[in-house]
């Protein structure tokens, strides 16, 4: 649970004490796991009120997605291209560094003892993987501007870049094993790959939904909507999930056959979440949604007074999300009441992170936000 470190310099961490890293309860990717299913690993019951534990000042913005959790440690990657790492107890800096390029749109993903991040903006940008025991670069590579997260099976990374590629490569080396991209010159990848069985499923600016082979690459289908996608796609009993600026919220199967689709008057920017028999959206008009999986039909409406384009957290019958308004809620996600806030000084916009007790999330203030 505690950790020494060793500064080289002002930008520089090493862990004295490995990771014990364990996925069934650590947070250790975008979406908590290659589906993005978004609910939280934690077997604590949470009931509100919450206590705020203790708040990080990163000096920089926070992007949508940029937390993750293993150990006692909480990772941050900001967009500045700063990397942290805060202890969860005490809420005290455990280092930091530099990351190579202008920004950091990513959530670190945890691998091992090392650290995969991803960063966009200039000629410097690169994925790079960082280990936190030698407190030094183990491989780095140039994949173009990437402004989305990484994820990882089977010790290979999936990442997607703005040009409208899609790469896989080793963990351990960072060796390109594959590259391909979209069909269309139009296309650029602001959505993160989302991984289930032996596809890789996608969105683009070109308005659409892309399936490529796990294991080779090779493209096997698309499916069209009729505006770019942001919305990163959620994977649930073999059913595809996504929103797109058409407004709509799609639900297809794993063919690229469409199921059904819903008009919610309102555009996307997060990936779905799952609770029972319904899907839970948010949109930017600053509403939470939740939908029956099978119709999309609505079976209620949580609205906020700003914009929401944070991905919607559940926790048990919990759902935790944050808003423009500047306020984090805990929302009951059998009936869509408020069951809690907390206004912090900056507008939320960054998708909230559970590990056992504890609840995080960040704001616009440049500040990182502990509850318990």
Known sequence: MFFSISYFSCSSLSLDKQLEVN?????????????KTNISKSDKTLNPPFNLLWQFDVDGGLSRNCLSVSDAVLFVN?????FY?????????????????RSSFSTPLVYGNN????????????????????????????????????????????????SGDLYKLNATQGNIIWKCEASSSASSFYTSPTISGDKIFIGSTDGNLYAFDKQSGNFLWKFKTNASIFSDASVYNDRIYFG?????????DTAGTL????????????????????IIVTGIDGAVYSLDKTGGEVKWKFTAKGAVSASPLIHKNKIFIGSYDKNFYCINADDGKELWRYTCEGRVQTSAVIWKEFIFVASDDKYIYCFK
């Open 23 to 35: 996925e069934k309860e650590d947070w250790l990717m975008i979406g908590g796991n290659p589906e």
């Open 78 to 82: 900001t967009l500045n291209s700063e």
């Open 85 to 101: 790492s805060i202890d969860v107890t005490s809420g005290k800096s455990l280092g930091r560094i530099s990351i190579p390029g």
């Open 115 to 162: 650290i995969i991040i991803t960063s966009s903006g200039n000629s410097e940008s690169r994925i790079l993987s960082y280990s936190l025991i030698k407190g030094e670069i183990i491989w780095e590579r140039n994949i173009g501007w990437v402004q989305t997260s990484p994820l990882l099976i089977d010790e290979n990374i999936y990442v997607s870049n703005v």
């Open 244 to 252: 797109s600026d058409d407004k709509n919220i799609y639900c297809i």
């Open 259 to 278: 199921i059904w689709k819903k008009d919610l008057k309102t555009k996307y920017l997060s990936s779905p979440a799952f609770y029972g028999d319904y």
